[in-house]
């Protein structure tokens, strides 16, 4: 992952010998945070081998990868980093219905119903649910708004958030697309402390992969 973020022009299609690419790989050896990288910074999903024919769902189904398959899965129903946008509202969506569910007034057999249902019931446990409490408590910690990312760093893209099958930007790309101003106002929010620090310039992602974050280290090495 580190060639995806300080290299351009990585090219994710190259093949090797047996015709692989890097996506195919990785879904046969089960590397699952890999994978989501590759998607996630414009891998093609749909690539074949050439020996098979087989793309990198049909080799995760091959060889019994399932947590893998499930992970391409979510994110082709997720496609989209949304949080890392301006525009993203920290708010749950289902939180007025829960609420109302919770406070109206129930009938005698309803309320006898569900004493019998907490008396005898039993809780297996079970995966999150989707767009659940704690889908919703990830987004917003990680999102533009959340204090833990905002005294941190700062976004220099934050209308192209992540997304699967799109081209992101090495960090060589992002200094060059951002003015030197751009790249001091980073360090300014970051406090007198940051910029004295010392250690080389560097620069990297934060909160995801594939997220357009960059931190700038000591001010006179940005060029």
Known sequence: MYLLNYYP??????????????????AMTGRNDVVASL?????????????????????????GRY??????RRLNLRPKAEQFC?????????????????????????KITQRL????????????????????????TT???????????????????????????AVPDLVKKHSQKDLEETLQLEGPGFASRPGAFCVGFACSPCAAWVFIGPKHEVN
């Open 117 to 140: 249902k907490n008396t005898f019931g039993f809780r297996l446990p079970h995966d999150p649910q989707d767009n659940g409490v704690l889908d919703h408590m990830v987004r917003i």
């Open 86 to 110: 301006e525009s993203y509202v920290p708010e749950w969506p289902e939180l007025k219905e829960r609420v109302a569910k919770a406070t109206a007034q129930k009938t005698p057999a309803e």
């Open 39 to 63: 998607v996630m910074a414009g891998a093609d999903i749909h690539a074949v081998d050439s020996t098979k024919g087989k793309c990198a769902r049909d080799w995760a189904l091959k060889t």
């Open 67 to 72: 947590e893998t398959l499930h992970r391409l």
């Open 143 to 169: 999102s533009v708004h959340s204090p833990l990312i905002s005294t941190g760093c700062r976004p220099l893209c934050p209308t192209s958030p992540p997304e699967v099958g799109k081209r992101r930007l």
């Open 9 to 26: 022009g990585i090219d994710t299609e190259v093949k090797d010998c047996r015709g692989f690419t890097a996506l195919i790989k990785a």
